[in-house]
């Protein structure tokens, strides 16, 4: 089977920067472009952070300026989590990278043309601009086959207790996703949460050797650090499941759902209001991811950073 062709939507974002690593080397997808946006760090870091971790890994793929906050909000941030440069300190070379003269949403809709109807989005941050996308391009639903988001949660939240940080940080964003008629599967903390990996699984990434899996181990230091605090002995790796589940689901246990998004309440604003077997039947216009088989997905994980 061929590659499938996608974009990866981010915000890097320490999790964000595992999913780069992942993504390079998984042979089921041939990443065709990076956009960027605003989420755990203001866009300029996030820029900064996405041509960094391209150029640290020889990768040459296109960078795409998005959002510089969401659709009608106050940008938030989670700088206390992913460190004031969002990359835990960590300033990545730059020697030859610059962002492409096109903004993300333009560019997403371009790609989905040349790709005529098989281009995926896998979208790690808040999803400004694939909604900004949405408004702008009337045929843009018809053009891409399906989006994988990291957001969300059919339970509780990590931003508040009702709101998952993606959703949370732009829901209209989010709501104009959900309703746009391409199927999104939802990989969101009631899988991602259960993807953990522990402090001596990191040391064993570390001990392959690579300068790559070197900084796996190193980047996220600082998170365990604070999920420790919250009485949690590792890191739930929310990105990079995202980007595996894309690439191969079978480690994966979804189901079809109708999920819409809290936009007016005042404690539930962001909330992923999933219907899995109300009496309300919610057209299913997607799927939520609720269970991960954890040591595959760490043995996976060994695999793709033992190619470094
Ligand atoms: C999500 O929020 C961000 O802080 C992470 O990069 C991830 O995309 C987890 O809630
Ligand atoms: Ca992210």
Redesign the pocket.
């Known amino acids: 089977m061929s590659p499938i062709p996608v974009i990866l939507d981010c915000?890097p974002?320490v999790?964000?920067a595992i999913a780069f690593l992942l993504a390079k080397q998984l042979p089921q997808l041939n990443v065709l472009a990076i956009t960027s946006v605003a989420?755990?760090v203001s866009l300029e870091h996030t820029n900064y952070n996405a041509l960094g971790l391209l150029e640290f890994l020889d990768w040459d793929i296109p960078v795409y300026r998005g959002a510089a906050g969401p659709v009608f909000r106050k940008r938030v941030e989670?700088a206390e989590?992913?460190g004031s440069n969002g990359m835990a300190g960590y300033d990545l070379p730059h020697a030859r990278s610059e962002v492409e003269g096109v903004n993300a949403w333009d560019a997403i809709h371009q790609y989905a043309l040349e790709q005529q109807g098989a281009l995926e989005i896998i979208a790690?941050?808040p999803l400004t601009n694939l909604a900004l996308a949405f408004l702008k391009f009337p045929d843009l639903p018809q053009l891409i086959k399906r989006i994988v988001i990291?957001g969300g949660s059919s339970d509780a939240g990590?931003a508040t207790p009702a709101a998952?940080?993606?959703i949370y940080a732009d829901p209209e964003a989010a709501d104009i996703v959900f309703c746009s008629g391409v199927p999104v599967h939802m990989c969101g903390l009631d899988m991602t949460m259960k993807a953990l990996m522990t402090p001596d699984e990191l040391n064993q990434v570390a001990a392959l050797g690579s300068k790559q899996a070197v900084f796996f181990r190193d980047v996220v230091q600082d998170i365990v650090r604070f999920m420790s605090r919250l009485g949690i002995t590792g890191i739930n790796m929310?990105?990079p499941a995202a980007v595996l589940y894309a690439a191969d689901d079978s480690i994966f246990t979804a189901y079809p759902a109708g999920i819409r998004v809290e936009t007016k309440g005042t404690i539930t604003q962001g909330k992923t209001v999933t219907d899995l077997f109300s009496d309300a039947k919610w057209q299913k216009n997607g799927f939520v991811a609720m269970d991960i088989d954890r040591e595959a997905f760490v043995e996976k994980v060994f695999e793709l950073m033992s190619k470094y």
């Open positions: 915000d974002g999790d964000d989420g755990n989670a989590v992913h790690i941050g990291m990590n998952e940080f993606n929310h990105d």
